[in-house]
């Protein structure tokens, strides 16, 4: 493992997604940017242009700051309306248990989407940018709030759509921290010092932070796609 890996020294939860080196970050990075973005369904459309009509299309740390705030909610409802089903069938042990584990994969999935944001935090109040109260810590909340009552009801009335609307989150997110990246050439010499470094990880640059973030929602996506398959708890 090499040393600016995203890993704890001493074992215990990682906060980013995978074992990947400064070189294969870069490799993923070009990954994504050849690769198509997902068919966006309505809903993820709406909300796309709600933000850019708000915050603008220019990226920018505070925009991402408001696009980690709502990437945490589906996990969240995902995993309340989990707990209620756990609830319900607590009498048949193997499927609690299974319904068990899809909470703990949407925690880790919260987890990591929280690092995101922290990171984020830390970041902006470092450079000293000036940022609205309403526009960027109400309206969020409230957005975050619409998010999920919409996700919960999907996951509950047809899970696969709540999957589906989030891997097209998740699919914009990882495109955006790629084209973020690529626009700031002068973060591939900033070092990255952070006191949250030991919990999510250690990395040689701004550059190689955001791709791993990139990354990170990748994952996120393929999850989600992946449990298109097979919506329900079974």
Known sequence: MGENEASNDDGGIRGAMGNLTPPERKQEQTKTLSAQRRRYGVLARLLFSSLDAVYGKERSLSKFKVLELVARVPYQSWEQVAYIAITHVSDRVAMARRIHDRVLESRSQQDNEQW???????????RGIDESYLRYTVLPQVIAFIYYQVSALLYVVRPSLSYRLNADFEDHAEHEYMELVLEHPEWEGEVFESSIAAEYGHYESLADLFRQIGYDERVHKLESEGHLREPRFR
């Open 116 to 126: 995101h944001l922290l990171i984020l935090e830390e970041l902006i109040a470092e």
